[in-house]
């Protein structure tokens, strides 16, 4: 891969990576550190590094593998030192022109209890979740950036969403 190429795949890509990494991890630091290490990834294997399908579910494949690494380091250390992770709200703005006032604040809930369900869900059923949804990749596509069937992929989605249907119900959420 050549420099002009890691350029190109930033500016076409790394808005939806930036966004992915913010859902991913819930943390706008860790987010920053998480799209910047897959990056640095690229950069470091760009000599033997040959994308032949989909770039942008390779970036999302790399940093996903980023992630569960860090997940699993971080795990050994919360047992040594009892760390706490911080959680930052997401930023979910939907009003419109052609909406009211109250209709905006209305959306606008609805889509902090929509992103408070999904944090609290799992990684095993968030990741799909959002590769699904916010990034719009095929389910296929899924099953090979996490290394599963596909069957698994379309049972934790549906799965997810029962769980997400489950806790909208018990925080009064309505269509």
Known sequence: MKQE???QYIDTYGRELYSFCRYVT???QEADDLYQ??????????????????????LMAVSVNLYRNRKRKLAG???IAEMQLYCEELDTG???????????????????MLA??????????????????????????????????EGTVKSRICRAKKILRQKLEDMDYEK
């Open 77 to 79: 250390r919360q047992k």
């Open 26 to 28: 819930r943390d706008r």
């Open 94 to 112: 939907l009003a419109s022109e052609a909406c009211t006032v109250e209709e905006a604040v209305v959306n606008k809930e609805k889509c902090r």
């Open 116 to 149: 408070e369900a999904v944090k609290q869900l799992p990684d095993k059923y968030r990741i799909p979740v959002l590769l699904f949804y916010m990034e719009e990749i095929p389910q296929a596509e899924i099953a090979d950036i996490l290394k599963v069937v």
């Open 5 to 7: 190429e890691l350029e």
């Open 37 to 58: 290490d897959t990056f640095l990834k690229m950069c470091e294997s760009r000599e033997k590094l040959v994308i032949r399908k989909n770039p942008k579910g390779f």
